[in-house]
């Protein structure tokens, strides 16, 4: 089963991963987390891409494409996977493509504009494991700590308001013509992303299970 998950910053795609790949036991594949890890390990990719993520922009795709075509060639891709934050533009999706990847089902996270700034002002992410907790909406079992890893639960740095206003635009400039590519091939579910967490995993879980 290989599946995109497909929404704004904060829509709640890497919430939803987590659910959807320990149900069915694929590989959650998040260009922003890969990221990350090369800028805390202070990687030439990382340095190249810190620009770009701190200022809301998108990182070149010839970079994200690389990183998506090394990890998908990795072993346990092969009985499926899911990606999530890539592809974030028609070039990326074309990319994927000419890789010959068939994407099975794409997962479309719709939360308007307003609630997204209200999100990303109480999340907090694990600074060692890159879990993501609401300060809200989704408790850590102890206030500032992982439950995963007993790391520390810190704030991203592109989720200030002003920050997350930027991604907003380019998401909606960049990324958001992918619903229409993908419609066209028939592959979009579509589940409202405001609401009950598990409500949505469980919208999301059955749409997919219809696919087995
Ligand atoms: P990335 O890390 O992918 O960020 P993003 O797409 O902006 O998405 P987020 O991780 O911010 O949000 P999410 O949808 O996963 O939401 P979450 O589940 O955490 O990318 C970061 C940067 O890397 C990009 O800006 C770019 O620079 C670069 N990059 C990455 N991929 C790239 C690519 N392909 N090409 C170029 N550049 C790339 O939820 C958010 C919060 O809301 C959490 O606190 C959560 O607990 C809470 N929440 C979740 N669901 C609900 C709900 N239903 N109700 C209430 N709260 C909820």
């Known amino acids: 089963m290989n599946l995109i998950l497909l929404g704004a910053p904060g829509a709640g795609k890497g919430t939803q991963a987590e659910v959807i790949c320990a149900?069915?036991?694929?590989?959650?594949?998040?260009?922003?987390?890969?990221?990350?890890?090369?800028?805390?390990?202070?990687?030439?990719?990382?340095?190249r891409a810190k620009q770009y993520t701190e200022a809301g922009q998108l990182v070149p795709d010839d970079v994200v494409i690389?990183?998506?075509?090394?990890?998908?060639?990795?072993?346990?891709?092969?009985?499926?996977?899911?990606?999530?934050?890539?592809?974030?533009?028609?070039?990326q999706a074309e990319a994927l493509d000419k890789m010959g990847i068939t994407i099975d089902r794409v997962v479309e996270i719709d939360?308007?504009?307003?609630?997204i700034i209200q999100r990303m002002s109480g999340r907090r992410v694990c600074e060692k494991c890159g879990a993501s907790y609401h300060i809200v909406n989704k408790k850590p079992k102890?206030?500032?700590v992982c439950d995963l890893c007993a790391g520390t639960l810190v704030q991203r740095k592109d989720d200030h308001p002003d920050t997350v206003k930027e991604r907003l635009n380019v998401y909606h400039e960049k990324t958001e013509p992918l619903k229409d590519?993908?419609?066209?091939?028939?592959?979009?579910?579509?589940?409202?992303?405001?609401?009950?967490?598990s409500e949505i995993?469980?919208?999301?879980?059955?749409?997919?299970?219809?696919?087995?």
């Open 111 to 115: 939360v308007p504009d307003e609630e």
């Open 142 to 144: 102890v206030e500032g």
């Open 23 to 47: 149900h069915f036991g694929i590989p959650a594949i998040s260009t922003g987390n890969i990221i990350r890890e090369a800028l805390r390990s202070g990687t030439e990719m990382g340095l």
């Open 66 to 91: 690389g990183i998506i075509a090394e990890r998908l060639n990795q072993d346990d891709c092969k009985k499926g996977f899911l990606l999530d934050g890539f592809p974030r533009t028609i070039p």
């Open 181 to 197: 590519y993908y419609l066209k091939q028939n592959k979009v579910f579509s589940v409202d992303g405001c609401g009950d967490i």
């Open 201 to 212: 995993s469980k919208q999301i879980l059955s749409a997919l299970e219809a696919l087995i």
